[in-house]
């Protein structure tokens, strides 16, 4: 079957497009080059991870959107950290405490969802056997790799300056110190040999037993030892009752094309209110990246700023006004504001004080964005399974009684937006991007390029970018200098970035059908990646 797989690591999107070529729909693709992802890019993604997909059935003309989001563990407490808090970090905002707590060991763990949500895609969409389409990447765990630049380059040091540095960060204790470390205490860099031989017997026992063997048989004996052993909060019964969650994504319309994201508490709201806002402008007859597009754009996004802070939350736990937050009313009025250059301030934005993603399309018009993440990473792995373990207290809230303070059993609100954009009825890009909370200013930037502009998919995601979670607003040392200063004249925290294409801004993927042809684009920041195109 022909299709188009766009993801960062090559491994994945050549094996996702050499499942096409064998016979296999988007799905099929989706769940192999999945798993690739985790055992080829370990920091990033993997079996203790999280995440959500947007999905588009051709035979069935629908959309869903399966969240497999991380959930908090029960044994964690609102209060139980609010006396200990020293700040947040600007960009991303981050807790900051002075033992990391948040940031590595078990503590910082909740209730993962990757391997529920992959075995949720083939159980209700995929062709081919599950243990089939695993089998590549238990062989190439077994039989090791060198590591590549784009994992060594994000290792050597911290992603933000609170951080602890990797080589501490990476090894909160000894079963994943003896897997990244070398025998002279350093990480693994570029070039080194890399073998996973644990990880392997843990997917077998995927393979063999079918995912829930992680939640409720003996891989999830083995997590849940380890677990009460080491003070975690998440418990033998929050893995059993652990469930995807399937309903519509959210949708808009987009100068006459139709634009699927993720429900809440995705950051497919962040996008589409950005888009939203973004269609009460002419930008198509501005220059792009010029002072006037740049100060619409930035302030469109410090203004979703807001809605991150005051309502992106799980909706099990508070009501999210989604349909007045995605109205023409509401999009007007932020519009308006944007035309009197008015700018949220810190107050109004509610402030006190890594991931993949893989987009791919097959010529039936089946579609799969799926963005999934350890957040930033535990530094944990439990002994004798090779897999690492997301972080997701990182970026809950320890302050008691806000949208995501710490509750048990809250998802976790997150900006990643894996997208799927159509025209005129039919399927026409499939998009989204790993990058914390630079995700959804990423993906509405990249649509509106590809839309407002005509860039090819490359343009699209090479373009110079803006970010902003409400105040500062970074832009890319490329965005020219007089828009900067027009910016900061009409009143913007600009905070220019030191590098053309920065990583620390989100790496957006995109797959489509355009003009009767597939293509693809992978985003050249942090390394780049790779696009594949299955020819038959």
């Not at 951080?163 to 990476?170: A, G, I, L, M, T």
Request: include cysteine.
């Amino acid at each position: 079957m022909k299709g188009v797989v766009a993801s960062p690591q090559p491994a994945a999107s050549e094996l996702g497009a050499a499942v096409l070529e064998a016979g296999g729909n988007a799905f099929d693709a989706a769940v192999a080059a999945g798993f690739m992802q985790m055992v080829t890019d370990p920091f990033m993604c993997g079996l203790g991870g999280w995440g959500s997909a947007t999905i588009y059935q051709a035979s069935t003309a629908t959309f869903e959107h399966i969240g497999f989001w991380a959930r908090i563990g029960s044994k964690m407490r609102p209060d139980m950290w609010a006396d200990d808090i020293r700040g947040f970090t600007d960009l991303w905002r981050f807790p900051i405490f002075q033992d990391h707590r948040n940031l590595r060991g078990y503590t910082s763990i909740m209730t993962p969802g990757t391997v529920a949500g992959f075995g949720e895609i083939h159980r209700r969409y995929a062709s081919k056997p599950w243990a089939e389409l695993l089998e590549p990447a238990i062989r190439l765990s077994d039989d090791g790799y060198l590591i590549p630049e784009y994992v060594a380059e994000h290792v050597r040091v911290s992603m933000v300056p609170e951080f602890p540095h990797p080589r501490d960060k990476y090894a909160a204790n000894d079963a994943a110190r003896a897997l990244f470390h070398g025998p002279d205490g350093n990480m693994f860099e570029t070039g080194h040999d890399y073998r996973n031989p644990d990880q392997a017997r843990s997917l077998e026992r995927l393979a063999k037993n079918g995912p829930d063997d992680f939640y409720t048989g003996g891989l999830a004996d083995t997590i849940v030892a380890d677990f009460e052993a080491n003070g975690a909060f998440v418990t033998r019964e929050d893995l059993a009752a652990y469930r995807p969650v399937v309903e519509p994504p959210l949708t808009v319309d987009y100068r006459g094309y139709q634009v699927a994201s993720s429900a809440v508490p995705g950051g497919g709201l962040l996008t589409l209110q950005v888009l939203k806002v973004l269609e009460q402008f002419d930008l198509g007859a501005l220059e792009h990246n010029g002072p006037e597009h740049g100060f619409i754009v930035g302030a469109a996004l410090a203004w979703a700023g807001v809605t991150r802070g005051r309502h992106l939350t799980d909706p099990a736990f508070a009501d999210v006004p989604v349909e007045h937050l995605l109205s023409d009313e509401h999009a007007a009025e932020v519009a308006d504001r944007i035309r009197r250059h008015q700018l949220p301030d810190r107050k109004t934005l509610n402030v006190p004080g890594y991931t993949t993603h893989l987009s791919v399309m097959d010529e039936q018009g089946n579609c799969v964005s799926i963005t999934h993440t350890l957040t930033t990473c535990a530094g944990i792995v439990v002994p004798g399974t090779g897999f690492t373990w997301n972080n997701c207290v990182a970026l809950m809230d320890p302050i008691p009684g806000r949208p995501n303070s710490y509750q048990p059993g809250k998802a976790r609100a997150s900006a990643i937006s894996p997208s799927v954009i159509s025209k005129n009825g039919e399927p026409w890009a499939v998009l989204g991007a790993p990058g914390g909370w630079s995700i959804s200013s990423a993906v509405s930037q990249v649509t509106s390029n590809l839309i407002d502009f005509g860039m090819t998919p490359v343009e699209a995601v090479s373009a110079p970018r803006f970010h902003s979670e409400g105040d500062p607003i970074y832009c890319e040392l490329r965005v020219p200098q007089r828009t900067v200063d027009a910016l900061r004249g009409h009143g913007m925290n600009v905070q220019r970035l030191l590098r053309n294409y920065d990583g620390a801004l989100a790496r957006v993927q995109v797959a489509g059908r355009m003009g009767g042809s597939f293509k693809g684009a992978s985003d050249p920041r942090k390394d780049g990646g790779s696009v594949a195109i299955a020819h038959r």
